[in-house]
């Protein structure tokens, strides 16, 4: 790993604090303006809306454009956006709809940023590292928000929503001056470096034909990409069931304060931890069908555990379980998209995919809501997520995911099969 890979994962970590005190924060918000399930998970509603209309875009932005600048550009305007934010919460609006449209303006920056981020990883490290990158990529996510939600937690008792939203505003600054300082340590000037290597052929192409080269792989001949994105899908559904209403649930049935609330978030970031450390060891080891399949078992248990859970240490720990389970599945994923995924056709292929996976996660936030608001019944919730996650488990055993082997040193991560290599014209 060179400097400029620690550059990357700095940033990103240095965002993702204050992105956790700010999603923390604003479902408490909306929860002591209204009390309603509803109107709190509108606000996930809101934050992952954009990746249905933006995400492809994003994917051409990241394959056209030099990716560290577009970085750079996604933090500046993200804590402009913050900053504006911070100003409505400070007003103390009893009306939600601002808070709700300078959100949305906030989460449509994502959607354009993640395909640039995610697809420049792979020019910053030699590819037999790619499975400890993308471990060490979750595992410090994760490690962030284990002091994140308490960290915000605490800001919000001390100072109020307003100072957690203008810290959420200072780490994207931040985080735009360490991609600043990228641009030294990268390898070469071509494709490795983040940017297309015929740039101006991609200029001439329209953004159409960008996203259509993009969908092509996928749709013919990236079939185990296009299951990572389904499982990806499904798999947030059923999780987001439970994350749209989780600050609701532990505050209207249980009574957590938000140190509480905070507590059982950092046992989910725990949890995080440990499935990325165990996922970047046994990717190399274990063929990905079998070990997304087996992550989703475990997901799938620890959200039926919630059920007869009481209290902050045994709630967190069964939602530390979860994420366990979905930590490792997602160091499993990553991988292999960036294995199997050409370079010139990285930004494009996981900002689709990444558009698959999320399009799921606004309907789970409304559908929560709404069964919430009518039926006022959560554990309900609880047994069909967990569930959902065992069915899919099951299903990843007979996806195109069989014919993809362990991910080791070197390896291309992929039997020669016609129906996995890149049609001809994709090269």
């Known amino acids: 790993m060179d400097g400029g890979f620690w550059l990357l994962l700095a940033a ?11 999603r923390l924060a604003l479902p408490l918000l909306v929860y002591d303006l209204t009390g309603s399930a509803l109107g709190t998970g509108l606000v996930y509603v809101m934050e992952y809306l954009p990746y249905l209309a933006l995400a492809m875009f994003g994917g051409v932005l990241a394959d056209r454009f030099d990716r560290g600048r577009v970085l750079l550009l996604g933090d500046t305007l993200s804590g402009a956006i913050s900053a504006v934010l911070a100003v409505v919460v400070s ?13 949305l303006l906030l989460a449509a920056v994502d959607p354009l ?14 590819p037999e590292r790619l499975p400890q990158a993308n471990a060490r990529i979750h595992i410090g996510e994760h490690a962030v928000n284990m002091a994140g939600p308490v960290a915000g937690g605490a800001l919000v008792v001390a100072f109020g929503y307003q100072v957690a939203v203008y810290a959420d505003a200072g780490t994207f600054l931040l985080s735009a001056l360490l991609i600043a300082l990228i641009g030294r340590f990268r390898r070469q000037e071509g494709g490795p470096s983040g940017r297309v290597q015929d740039e101006s052929g991609a200029r001439r192409a329209s953004v159409g034909a960008d996203i259509g080269e993009g969908l092509r792989f996928l749709l013919h001949g990236g079939r185990a990409v296009l299951t990572t994105a389904l499982i990806s899908l499904a798999c947030n559904f059923g999780v987001w069931l439970l994350l749209a209403d ?3 649930y532990l505050s209207s049935y249980h009574g957590f304060t938000p140190g509480e609330i905070g507590a059982v978030y950092a046992f989910q970031g725990a ?7 165990l996922g970047g060891r046994l990717v190399r080891r274990c063929p990905p069908a079998r070990l997304i399949s087996w992550s989703a078992v475990a997901g799938g248990v620890s959200m039926l555990a919630m059920i007869p859970a009481r209290g902050p240490v045994l709630v967190g720990l069964a939602w530390m379980g979860q994420f366990a389970g979905a930590g490792t599945m997602i160091v499993a994923i990553a991988t292999v998209r960036q294995r199997l995924i050409p370079d010139h056709l990285l930004g494009r292929v996981l900002g689709t995919a990444r558009m698959i996976a999320f399009s799921s996660i606004p309907l789970a936030a409304l559908a929560a809501g709404l069964f919430e608001s009518a039926v006022r ?3 309900v919730v609880m047994a069909f997520a967990g569930l959902s996650w ?13 014919d993809v082997e362990a991910l080791r040193d070197g390896s291309e991560g992929r039997r020669a099969r016609p129906a996995e290599s890149p049609p001809p014209d994709q090269g």
């Open 12 to 22: 990103f970590l240095t965002s993702s604090l204050g992105t956790w005190i700010y």
């Open 91 to 103: 007003v103390r609006v009893r009306q939600l709809w601002p808070i709700y449209l300078v959100a």
């Open 113 to 126: 940023y993640q395909p640039a981020f995610r697809a420049m990883v792979p020019s910053l490290v030699r």
């Open 246 to 248: 989780l600050v609701y």
């Open 271 to 277: 949890g995080a931890v440990a499935g990325a450390l």
């Open 377 to 379: 019944n959560a554990y």
């Open 390 to 402: 065992l069915a899919v488990a099951g299903a990843v055993t007979r996806s195109p995911l069989r």
